[in-house]
């Protein structure tokens, strides 16, 4: 069995095309520069996991024609990363795996999910606490498989997220830089998928140069930049920035792993 990575959005949280702007990038006719906010969803041993859910779910999910997934796991408690909820109702039951202060973002947001008398069509949410401990993820009939997920620390800015590594890909999204004590959990990736904001500097996101050195040091076998700006410029162009190794993923565009 194969395993498959589908980027369902790989934009920032704008989106490209920004509403209003009038640059080429966000004019452009290549499909490759039309990016919904970041999300993924990693198919693994049989196991169907979504890394994020932003207010573009339900567009990613008819248009990849995600139909089930098995487990969503948030990275942190931004709108863009978790802002698409409430789409998950037709999904049936959800499990979610999310740290401290994203659930107590997401029950604040979407108190009704939570309330002792629920009102017929809510999504069905069962929330998972976790750290950076790895855990399992239990999936398929009566949950007898798993699944083994390695959290990771990343910085976004001053805030800790999470990342994750599952089996030999490892997913790091609105990354400012990582503690030096994680790099070692990184070792002998086959894919790693890895934020990378714009060209120029940012507070609390890698810029370009910034990714290419990280992406350098941790040396999967393949690397995929996602969470990309207007500001990183047209797809046509920044392809031609990077070695065959690195590649700058677009909407819809699958990995097997």
């Known amino acids: ?131 950076y401990s790895p855990f399992r993820v239990s999936y398929g009939e009566d949950n007898c498989k798993f699944v083994e997920v390695l959290p990771i620390k990343v910085m976004h800015g001053k805030c800790p997220i999470m990342g994750y590594r599952i089996g030999n890909l490892a997913y790091l999204t609105d990354i400012s830089y990582l503690p030096e004590e994680e790099y070692v959990k990184l070792k002998g990736l086959d894919v790693l998928c890895l934020g990378c904001l714009r060209i120029e500097s940012h507070h609390s996101h890698q810029n370009f140069s910034e990714a290419m050195k990280m992406a350098e040091r941790i040396g999967a076998k393949k690397t995929y930049f996602i969470h990309m700006c207007h500001h990183i410029g047209l797809h046509k162009d920044i392809e031609k920035m990077v070695p065959d190794n690195i590649e700058f993923a677009y909407d819809g565009m699958q990995i097997e792993f």
């Open 1 to 131: 069995m194969s395993n498959k990575l589908t980027f369902l959005g790989t934009g920032t949280s704008t989106g490209v095309p920004v509403i209003g702007c009038q640059c080429e990038v966000c004019q452009s006719v290549d499909k490759r520069d039309k990016r919904t906010r970041c999300s993924s969803l990693v198919e693994y041993n049989g196991a169907r996991l979504l890394i994020d859910c932003g207010p573009d779910f339900r567009f990613q999910a008819i248009e990849n024609k995600v139909y089930s997934v098995d487990a969503v796991l948030f990275t942190h408690h931004h709108i863009d990363h978790i802002g698409g909820t409430d789409d998950l109702r037709p999904l049936k039951g959800t499990d979610i795996y999310l740290n401290e202060l994203t659930e107590t973002n997401l029950r604040r947001m979407y108190s009704y999910c939570f309330a002792e008398d629920l009102y017929p069509g809510v999504p069905k949410l069962t929330l998972h606490h976790i750290d």
